[in-house]
């Protein structure tokens, strides 16, 4: 499963950017869709996830700020980013789970989209 994240940019603070991820191979099945950004290292923090029942989760300092959405007919999910601020500006990775048509698990992750929010 191929994922294809866009919509990354450079705005200033308190503007607005919306991501997308697509993702596109043999589903069955998603069960959850999320963005993550860059953390320390390798590591990546959760911004939003948002489950097949339609459950959202956000990280503390984005909540009343960013919305998570999903079209499950078009496997895919939106993050809408509103009041963005300087402390935001990250590279952002889409993240899919679900199941292939064969049955089987999968957690593809997309290429990081650059947000960068200046003062």
């Known amino acids: 499963v191929q994922l294809q994240a866009s919509g990354g940019g450079s705005v200033q603070a308190g503007g607005s950017l919306r991501l997308s991820c697509v993702a596109s191979g043999s589903i069955l099945s998603i069960s959850e869709m999320g963005w993550y950004r860059q953390a320390d290292g390798d590591m990546v923090d959760l911004v939003a996830f948002v489950k097949d029942d339609g459950t959202t989760r956000y990280e503390e300092s984005v909540k009343g700020r960013f919305t998570m959405s999903r079209d499950n007919a078009k496997n895919s999910a939106y993050l809408q980013m509103n009041s963005l601020k300087p402390e935001d500006t990250d590279v952002y990775y889409c993240?899919?789970?679900?199941?292939?048509?064969?049955?089987?698990?999968?957690?593809?992750w997309g290429q990081g989209t650059q947000v960068t929010v200046s003062s």
């Open positions: 993240q899919v789970r679900g199941r292939t048509a064969t049955g089987s698990p999968f957690n593809s």
